[in-house]
């Protein structure tokens, strides 16, 4: 029997009284096989078809498999899920540059979100199954990192490049992160054909975005030397190897820090990590070069948190990263603006740069600039 119109309205307004979604409806009288989260994750994972959000969480991704694995997607409920992320943040390693757990709780919620939004693109729920809607997400944990001072960095590029079992190896770190102000990511993800010493570029790959980072030719030419003496020779090859030949891992980072804290009292009193040398090196540019470029140097995505939308007409580009890394190191950079190699600054981490060698003091060979 065919239906009316009189009849479709009538469903189309008892559907509005219940408030119905169609694709609900739908849902109803397909054959019940929801698939579960251990089924599903793979497809969100995937770098072909998933996520790119979720690639980030990957290890929260793992972790949701491991506590609802066997559970289908539409069956955990708002106070579940919120009840998991808690779980995520009271088991959360507590290091020692800890937050209470905010920040696992943070990717917790981001990994969930990731997977409910992937499902939701996929016709597998409706937005009305979607629990994340009335989750609120975690507050991120205020940082507890600040620029260093210049006689600081001087004392932890003395200290990494006099101690340790290869000295050579931390130096360069240093001055790589100190002159880039890259991602401890960034640089381990380093391959031999990212380095372009004809116009002094790296390429750094960093929460999923791909950029280009002036250097200066000392650290250049040190970053080749590198590759040369670690057997680095295929341009696919991790750059950064350890003293063995193998590539340099988040381990090495904590090993590092772990012995300029023995040394440097300070370093130990204010848990400092690489990353307070990017934080450092940015203020600097900020200080210097402005809001624009320093969020260029930083490789942030576009924001219109400081001035409006007025940063979309302001970006800094490739030349004026290269202006601010010569005024930084001290050294000619063929990308910088004419006319543009001295800047006349207050701040004196430029001192810092100079004093952060590629090479260990204990090679009897220390290149400064």
Not at 33 to 40: A, H
Not at 144 to 162: G, P
């Amino acid at each position: 029997m065919s239906s009316t119109s009189a009849d479709v309205q009538a469903v189309i307004q008892l559907m509005h009284h219940l408030k119905v979604e169609p694709e609900e409806l739908l849902a109803a009288t397909r054959p019940h096989n929801m698939v579960t989260f251990e089924q599903f994750m793979p497809l969100v994972l995937d770098p072909r078809t998933g996520q790119p959000t979720a690639r980030h969480q990957k290890s929260y991704c793992n972790r949701i498999v491991s506590s609802w694995g066997s559970r289908r997607l539409d069956e955990p409920t708002v106070r579940e899920v919120r009840d998991l992320i808690e779980h995520f943040r009271s088991t959360a390693a507590r290091r020692r540059d800890h937050t209470d757990g905010s920040g696992a709780a943070l990717n917790a919620y981001n990994a969930l979100n990731s997977v409910y939004l992937f499902a939701m693109q996929e016709g597998v729920l409706s937005s009305r199954q979607n629990p994340m809607v009335w989750v609120t997400k975690p507050r991120q944990a205020k940082s507890k990192r600040q620029a260093l001072s210049s006689q600081l960095v001087q004392e932890i590029s003395r200290v990494a490049a006099t101690t340790g079992h290869d000295p050579r190896l931390d130096s360069l770190l240093i001055r790589l992160h100190l002159e880039t102000a890259a991602r401890p990511s960034g640089a381990r993800r380093l391959l031999l054909k990212d380095l372009d010493p004809t116009r002094l570029l790296i390429t750094l790959r960093e929460k999923g975005l791909e950029r280009l980072q002036p250097v200066s030719r000392t650290l250049m030419d040190a970053l080749l030397d590198h590759a040369r003496e670690r057997g680095v020779c295929d341009g696919e090859f991790r750059l950064l190897r350890n003293s063995d030949g193998t590539p340099v891992t988040q381990k090495r980072y904590y090993g590092l820090w772990d012995r300029l804290r023995k040394y440097i009292k300070a370093v130990d009193e204010g848990n400092i990590t690489m990353y307070w040398l990017r934080h450092t090196t940015l203020t600097w540019v900020e200080r210097n070069f402005g809001p624009a470029v320093a969020r260029a140097f930083a490789g942030h995505a576009e924001s219109h948190l400081w001035y409006g939308v007025t940063t979309r007409y302001v970006k800094a580009g490739l030349q004026e990263i290269a202006t601010a890394l010569q005024a930084l190191t001290g050294e000619p950079h063929p990308l910088a603006l004419p006319g543009s190699f001295v800047v006349q600054s207050s701040e004196i981490l430029p001192a810092a740069v100079h004093a952060a060698p590629v090479r260990s003091e204990l090679s009897g060979d220390q290149d400064r600039l």
